[in-house]
């Protein structure tokens, strides 16, 4: 089987927002609507101050909450764990917003462009109707995925079938590959370092891991 994953080092991660750039840029997503984002956490008490910077968005769930609570079923989750949203059949009703404890859905009901009224060139392009007044989120770039595989690439290996936040990464904080496969990028990453999913005492089994310190040897 083949179960898709990504991987944030926060060691690495710098906070930069390129991945959320990117994702606007490779979705054409409408002003307020970030598929990627990147939290900026500070912890501690002065002097004893530390910060982080933490990607986050759909974590793709091996039990996703927006699923169950889909009145049309168009939420629907694949064989290789990625997350989808069918836009025929979602009502825009919104179920699937609150039951994410992620806050990784939006709907938008109006037409909006970053702008103003008339699109940019690559919004206009890559605009796409179906998306208003229903349910939207990051869907690992399944186009890519789906397109590298019919032309016999790998996705996180080849960056025409991986999705656009991770190549866009200058820290090289992102990966994303099977974690199914022992010998992937993501799951020699899993082995060798200590890692976290968030909110994973829900029991949803995310599909988005933390990497935040190695092992000990």
């Known amino acids: 089987m083949t179960r898709w994953a990504m991987v944030a080092d926060l060691r690495r991660c710098v906070g930069c927002q390129s991945c959320t750039a990117a994702c606007k840029h490779a979705n054409a997503t409408p002003p307020g609507v970030q598929w990627r984002r990147v ?97 939207t989120k990051c869907t690992f770039c399944v186009d890519r995925i789906d397109a590298g595989l019919e032309q016999g690439q790998t996705p996180g290996v080849d960056p025409e079938a991986t999705p656009a936040c991770v190549n866009s990464c200058i820290a090289d904080a992102l990966a994303f590959g099977d974690i199914d496969d022992p010998q992937s990028n993501v799951s020699q990453l899993l082995a060798g370092n200590q890692h976290f999913r968030m909110h994973e005492e829900l029991g949803t089994g995310p599909g988005f891991f933390y990497l935040w310190d190695r092992n000990p040897t």
């Open 39 to 135: 939290l900026d956490i500070e912890v501690g008490q002065y002097p004893d101050v530390q910060r982080a910077f933490v990607p986050v968005g759909c974590q793709h769930c091996d039990e996703p909450p927006c699923l169950p609570v889909c009145p049309t079923t168009a939420t629907k989750k694949r064989a290789d764990g990625i997350v989808t949203i069918d836009y025929d059949l979602c009502i825009g009703c919104a179920y699937c917003a609150v039951a994410c404890p992620y806050q990784a859905r939006y709907k938008t009901d109006l037409l909006a462009f970053a702008y103003g009224a008339k699109p940019t060139e690559n919004e206009a392009l890559r605009h796409d109707d179906a998306r208003r007044s229903v349910a």
